[in-house]
């Protein structure tokens, strides 16, 4: 969902041919690999924008959903000193991606990258401080039903953020509106983010809307 404004037509054509064959809803070879590399670098600002809805002690145990190409993990894992950091995708280009991205991390025993499915996450009740999913929500088998799973592993008092490039309003862009329908993208309203948090289990949830890029972060409490 990245923005494509500054791009010349070739360009843009390259880009839509990679996504098409390297599959945004679960990445899979070399297309998949030149896609995770690029998302990396797109998303940057909007989820470095997403995370700043944190508050880190430095001890958390932290989890990424859909871990993609491991920018996320790499960003978050400066905040952790004593903690530690896990992600899962269920794409295995995906996972071979994030842990070439954060080598050193593993190496050190800091962080653990797994593959493994939203749907049933492979973590005890309550086993993380912090958990974010970037531009991933979008693709889940049943997104309400999946939340439920994300507030069982978070501790009570933990943290969630969703964080997006879109969400449904009024005025997406034609080409947005094309991949929402082409890619069968789950893109619920704020009020409707609200509703699917709080009866997934979150005992808090609010929605930040940045103006300018109209990018999505729900954060919600346990």
Same mark, same amino acid.
């Given at each position: 969902m990245?923005?494509?404004?500054?791009?010349?037509?070739?360009?843009?054509?390259?880009?839509?041919?990679?996504?098409?064959?390297?599959?945004?809803?679960?990445?899979?070879?070399?297309?998949?690999?030149?896609?995770?590399?690029?998302?990396?670098?797109?998303?940057a600002?909007?989820?470095?924008?997403?995370?700043?809805?944190?508050?880190?002690?430095?001890?958390?145990?932290?989890?990424?959903?859909?871990?993609?190409?491991?920018?996320?993990l790499?960003?978050?894992?400066?905040?952790?000193?004593?903690?530690?950091?896990?992600?899962?995708? @269920?794409?295995? #280009?995906?996972?071979?991606?994030? *842990?070439?991205?954060? =080598?050193?991390?593993?190496?050190?025993?800091?962080?653990? !990258?797994?593959?493994?499915?939203?749907?049933?996450?492979?973590?005890?009740?309550?086993?993380?401080?912090?958990?974010?999913?970037?531009?991933?929500?979008?693709?889940?088998?049943?997104?309400?039903?999946?939340?439920?799973?994300?507030?069982?592993?978070?501790?009570?008092?933990?943290?969630?953020?969703?964080?997006?490039?879109?969400?449904?309003?009024?005025?997406?862009?034609?080409?947005?509106?094309?991949?929402?329908?082409?890619?069968h993208? @789950?893109n619920? #309203?704020?009020?409707?983010?609200? *509703?699917?948090?709080? =009866?997934?289990?979150?005992?808090?949830?609010?929605?930040? !809307?940045?103006?300018?890029?109209?990018?999505?972060?729900?954060?919600?409490?346990?």
């Amino acid at each position: 969902m990245s923005n494509t404004t500054d791009m010349t037509a070739d360009q843009l054509a390259q880009q839509r041919k990679i996504t098409a064959e390297g599959n945004p809803a679960k990445p899979a070879g070399t297309a998949g690999e030149q896609m995770l590399a690029r998302m990396n670098k797109s998303h940057a600002e909007c989820t470095a924008w997403g995370r700043s809805f944190f508050h880190w002690r430095g001890d958390e145990n932290v989890l990424d959903i859909g871990c993609g190409g491991g920018a996320n993990l790499r960003n978050m894992s400066k905040k952790i000193h004593t903690g530690h950091l896990t992600g899962v995708d @269920y794409s295995k #280009t995906s996972v071979a991606a994030s *842990k070439k991205t954060n =080598a050193e991390a593993i190496a050190a025993g800091k962080m653990d !990258i797994i593959e493994g499915s939203v749907e049933t996450l492979p973590f005890a009740d309550e086993s993380f401080d912090k958990i974010t999913t970037v531009e991933s929500f979008y693709f889940w088998p049943d997104p309400p039903e999946n939340l439920k799973e994300v507030a069982r592993v978070l501790k009570t008092g933990g943290t969630f953020l969703l964080i997006a490039e879109i969400y449904g309003h009024e005025g997406l862009p034609a080409e947005v509106q094309e991949n929402i329908q082409k890619y069968h993208l @789950y893109n619920p #309203t704020p009020e409707t983010f609200e *509703k699917i948090f709080r =009866a997934a289990g979150f005992t808090f949830a609010a929605v930040h !809307i940045e103006k300018q890029h109209g990018w999505v972060c729900v954060e919600g409490h346990k």
